[in-house]
């Protein structure tokens, strides 16, 4: 059974730093692209980074040079280090697997974990 499972997610701070993590289980996910995805209440869900099996990063542009994504292949675990947070960055923060590659749409990724719930009071 494929499992996605995020942790890391809290109340923060403007200005704070969140880690999110995403342990995956259930297949080889070391050539897969994964992802991280926000999703607001109200609002559509989002693409926020992505990493390919070896290493290329993309990032949106409301997150570049604030989050980092990163990942440990051995450890079948992605993560995404949040600095400077927001408080438009509240929203629950999903992780995402794709064997076909990255892409910034949601709909094209195959596995999902539940999520993880990141609020940033102002």
């Known amino acids: 059974q494929v499992q996605l499972v995020e942790s890391g997610g809290g109340l923060v701070q403007a200005g704070g730093s969140l880690r999110l993590s995403c342990a995956a289980s259930?297949?080889?996910?070391?050539?897969?692209?994964m992802g991280w995805f926000r999703q607001a209440p109200g609002k559509e869900r989002e693409f926020v980074a992505s990493?390919?099996?070896?290493?290329?990063?993309y990032y949106a542009d409301s997150v570049k040079g604030r989050f980092t994504i990163s990942r440990n292949n051995a450890e079948n675990t992605v993560y995404l280090q949040m600095n400077s947070l927001k408080p438009e960055d509240t929203a629950v923060y999903y992780c995402?697997?794709?064997?076909?590659?990255?892409?910034?749409?949601?709909?094209?990724?195959?596995?999902w974990g539940q999520g993880t719930q990141v609020t940033v009071s102002s």
């Open positions: 995402a697997s794709n064997p076909r590659g990255v892409t910034s749409i949601p709909e094209f990724w195959g596995y």
């Open positions: 259930g297949r080889t996910f070391s050539r897969d692209a």
């Open positions: 990493i390919t099996w070896n290493g290329a990063t």
